[in-house]
């Protein structure tokens, strides 16, 4: 009996740990909006309240954040000023478009990557590239014609998600390499102490309110999306295969869609869910052909 508990406890616990870290991600979009402070400025806090934390687990777990190469340095600074524009990119549209396009358009990485293989390899997609492609085409058509005929702002703000799961892609591309000299707590960290600098001066500029009066959403959301959520993933990922990793990112757009529902009334009709199950198929899709992509 002792065997048999352990391996359900060894199935179970990764499995549980990947769903809440999707879970405490999809619930990042809510906690934005729930700010009194402007987007820029949240996401700055976001990573600055994180950063020791972030730092402290990397040291714990034996990551070094100091003496690294040059070039390791240049790319992960580089990188971090890619994932400071992606996070202020994304706030600014989660406040002007729904919860469930927001998370979808803002978890497009992958597709984009994908795309950008194919460019660099200069190939043609091959067997299930081809259908993620036409899903993430067309569900993404649906869905900004959606946005576009419930206003103007909606569709800007789809439009400042999908920058930002561009931008996110460049971030992933150029810490390729500094993956392989870096454990991905220390990456984490210095990746956020260059992207903070660009979030504070990003959010200054354009005269947002950057203090919070009410720190709670704040707080919580460096905690449960820099922090409980990543590493859940951090521990969960290891265990499964690209494809199981693409079902489960789906939990997001459907906790977004259902915080969209509940907290703010954002009603999705039947055109609505043809996009999202579209864009939900192409992430998997796109998750599952990774490995022959990355090859």
């Known amino acids: 009996m002792d065997q048999i508990g352990s391996a359900i406890r060894s199935r179970a616990l990764p499995m549980l740990a990947l769903l809440g870290g999707n879970i405490a991600l999809a619930l990042g979009p809510w906690l934005v909006r729930l700010a009194d402070t402007g987007p820029v400025s949240v996401g700055f806090w976001r990573l600055a309240l994180a950063l020791p934390f972030l730092a402290l687990i990397a040291r714990a ?60 390899l200069r190939r043609l997609p091959q067997g299930r590239e081809w259908p993620a492609i036409v899903a993430a085409l067309a569900g993404a058509a649906i869905l900004l014609a959606r946005s576009m005929e419930i206003s103007q702002t909606n569709f800007v703000g789809d439009f400042f998600c999908l920058i930002a799961g561009l931008l996110y892609a460049g971030y992933l591309l150029l810490l390729q ?8 707590w220390a990456l984490l960290t210095l990746a956020g102490l260059a992207s903070t600098p660009i979030l504070l001066m990003t959010a200054l500029t354009l005269g947002e309110p950057f203090w919070p009066t009410d720190w709670t959403p704040v707080v919580i959301l460096a905690l449960s999306s820099q922090i409980m959520g990543q590493g859940l993933l951090v521990y969960a990922l290891r265990h499964f295969t690209p494809l199981i990793i693409g079902i489960a990112l789906l939990t997001q757009p459907a906790v977004a869609a259902l915080v969209g529902w509940l907290a703010f009334d ?15 198929s192409a992430l998997v899709l ?9 090859a």
Request: hydrophobic share 50%.
């Open 61 to 120: 777990n034996s990551q070094r954040l100091v003496g690294i190469s040059r070039r390791t340095a240049a790319l992960v600074l580089l990188g971090g000023v890619f994932f400071g524009l992606d996070i202020a990119s994304w706030h600014i549209g989660i406040g002007e478009t729904r919860l469930a396009n927001a998370t979808l358009f803002g978890n497009s990485g992958s597709i984009i990557l994908m795309i950008w293989t194919f460019i660099v």
């Open 177 to 184: 390499d500094a993956r392989k000299e870096l454990g991905g």
């Open 266 to 280: 954002e009603v999705l009709v039947p055109m609505d869910y043809a996009g999202i199950v579209l864009v939900g």
């Open 286 to 294: 796109a998750k599952a052909a990774s490995p022959r992509v990355r």
